[in-house]
């Protein structure tokens, strides 16, 4: 009876690892080809290594073009980290002001974020972008960050975590007189590492990949992302050079993976932790 | 409740500020500005100076758009083809990755991936994928002895089905993450009642598992419905919209109008009419959870 139980664990854990395994092919197919020259990668049937693989598609990607691969690496690196330290900054302060203090118009103002929160892209591009031309943001790296140093999710989360930090330790704080701030940066803000690093996750996947923002409001190839980077290098190289296309996306995808991969356990926990409300 | 004296101080109003003005700036005053020029017929060409008050003739064009009609079609397609199909997919493998199995971290870190991958590295894969007379899914087809494989992304009728696998395909692990919560809420002792009476694997499954994860089911249902909405990326860069219309999209039509043809008061109204949508979709959520938790 034992036995076959494991026995049966053990071949649902096969089957499992080869959907598993599926699911994943597209990437390793991508990462393969990235490797390939262009006469090998539509080959049938397909090889997984080949004598002719090389770094050559990457050099061509990162150091042949221009703008660059690099750059678009920089332009991302410099919106998603400014934005995300941004937004941790002012959702966490906000957050902590909506759950422990008292000010007036406190619950209206927080329905209003709520009600906000559901607002799609689509209906602010059109307003931000002619927001943007006139502000003289448009068409700068300002036009991806600024906006995105708020976030109503963000706000939201944090309040959800602050309402449950006991007020005593609050009314302890005034008691040996901290201050609000003190009160805030000393006592509570390092008890919230957990629905902080909820935020940092998903804002840093949301600003990483974010692809409808820079297609609107960058027109200059050199602040372009890497999302924007990949496909005006799509548009260009045309279908005639898929293997450095398949060396492009990786550079573009790489980065999130291995970040994805060192902290799996919470990314998971943070990406999906909208869900477990009530 | 600490409700003590009403008195304010003006520290909270600090702590509010930062986030408060960037709010009123970046997101409440561009929602009620694209409220305003949904009624007009901006573009940026134009300028406001030569921009006029239209009432409701944007609305009117809409309803009388092949293309808007076609659109919410497809869209309306992608949804109800997707959404079930991932669902039951993925309470499929959370039930098995859930104490059924090895590795179980290992997997869930895999099919998770597709998930926080870009868009566009997604697409440009699967374009590879897609290539109709070269690529890998049409070549294995042809191995397997199919005659005549479907042309997929440049093919009217293939087009969207291929999306659809992909939106499926990107989906898959966060809502099996999902399930997996979801079943750790469920009590042992109702698959031992179960069990008692004699029910077998499957009646376990579709008795009591099914049922008990329906305020799961309920959140994915309505998070995916929103999300699914606003499907824009790999429509974009796989099809463009086409071959002519079949894979066309409210958003992406919204954001062709907007800033391909700049007709902007159009793409605005329309926008403000997907909102409505969203908007309604949200207050069935709301609705349901305030019933529910009443009921316990």
């Known amino acids: 009876m034992q036995s076959k139980r494991k026995l049966i664990k053990l071949i649902l854990t096969l089957i499992l690892m080869v959907v598993a395994l599926v699911i994943v092919f597209p990437f390793i197919w991508m990462l393969v080809c990235s490797f390939k020259p262009l006469n090998e990668i539509y080959e049938f049937p397909p090889r997984f290594f080949s004598p002719n693989m090389s770094f050559d598609n990457y050099k061509e990607v990162l150091f042949n073009q221009n703008p660059s691969f690099m750059t678009y690496f920089k332009n991302t690196v410099i919106t998603t980290a400014v934005a995300v330290i941004g ?9 902590y002001a909506f759950a422990k203090l008292n000010f007036k118009y406190r619950d ?48 939201f989360l944090m309040r959800q975590f602050f309402l449950e930090v006991p007020t005593e330790i609050i009314e302890a704080g005034r008691v040996d007189g901290l201050g609000e701030f003190g009160i805030f940066y000393k006592l509570v803000l390092p ?78 926990e943070g990406l999906t932790s909208g869900s477990v409300k009530g | 409740m600490e409700r003590r004296k009403k008195k304010y101080n003006w520290e909270p109003y600090v702590f509010i500020a930062p986030n ?82 090895y590795c179980t971290n290992a997997i869930r870190v895999m099919i998770f991936i597709p998930y926080i991958a870009s868009i566009v590295a997604i697409s440009v894969v699967w374009m590879m994928l897609f290539n109709p007379s070269q690529g890998l899914i049409n070549q294995f087809l042809i191995a397997l002895g199919v005659s005549n494989p479907p042309g997929w992304l440049g093919d009217m009728q293939w087009a969207l089905p291929a ?18 919560a979801g079943l750790q809420g469920i009590s042992e002792s109702l698959y031992e009642a179960a069990q008692i009476d004699g029910a077998s694997k499957w ?94």
């Open chain 1, 87 to 95: 937004t941790v900054f002012t959702s966490s302060m906000a957050g």
């Open chain 1, 108 to 155: 209206q103002l927080f329905m209003l974020y709520l009600v906000t929160m559901m607002v799609p892209f689509q209906v602010l591009m059109v307003p931000q972008f002619i927001q943007f031309k006139y502000m003289g943001i448009f068409n700068t790296l300002w036009a991806l960050i600024l906006p995105r140093l708020f976030t109503p999710l963000g706000t």
């Open chain 1, 191 to 268: 008890l919230a590492k957990p629905a902080v690093s909820t935020v940092v996750i998903l804002n840093f996947v949301w600003r990483w990949n974010e692809y409808e923002a820079p297609l609107i409001f960058l027109t200059d190839s050199k602040l372009f992302t890497l999302t924007v980077g990949l496909t005006s290098f799509i548009d260009e190289a045309g279908f005639a050079q898929d293997n450095l296309i398949m060396a492009a996306a990786t550079v573009a995808l790489i980065p999130m993976i291995l970040v994805f991969l060192i902290g799996q356990k919470y990314f998971i």
């Open chain 2, 20 to 101: 408060f003005i960037g709010f009123i700036v970046f997101i409440l005053l561009p929602v009620l500005f694209s409220l305003g020029i949904s009624f007009t017929d901006f573009d940026i060409f134009k300028g406001f100076s030569h921009t006029s008050f239209v009432g409701l003739e944007n609305f009117k064009t809409m309803f009388a758009d092949e293309w808007f009609w076609v659109a919410l079609k497809n869209n309306i397609l992608y949804t109800a083809v997707t959404i079930p199909v991932t669902l039951v997919i993925s309470i499929v493998l959370a039930v098995v990755l859930n104490n059924k199995t």
């Open chain 2, 163 to 180: 999306i659809m696998m992909v939106g499926i395909w990107m989906g898959l692990g966060y809502n099996t993450v999902i399930y997996m």
């Open chain 2, 203 to 296: 009646q376990e499954f579709i008795y009591v598992t099914v049922p008990m994860l329906r305020n799961t089911t309920f959140f994915l249902v309505v998070t995916s419905v929103i999300a699914s909405f606003q499907v824009f990326g790999t429509v974009n860069i796989m099809t463009n919209g086409g071959p002519g219309n079949a894979t066309t999209v409210l958003a992406h039509y919204i954001y062709v109008s907007g800033f391909r043809y700049y007709k902007m008061g159009y793409a605005a109204s329309m926008a403000w009419v997907l909102l409505i949508a969203i908007f309604g979709v949200t207050l069935l959520q709301w609705k349901y959870q305030k019933k529910h938790e009443s009921n316990f």
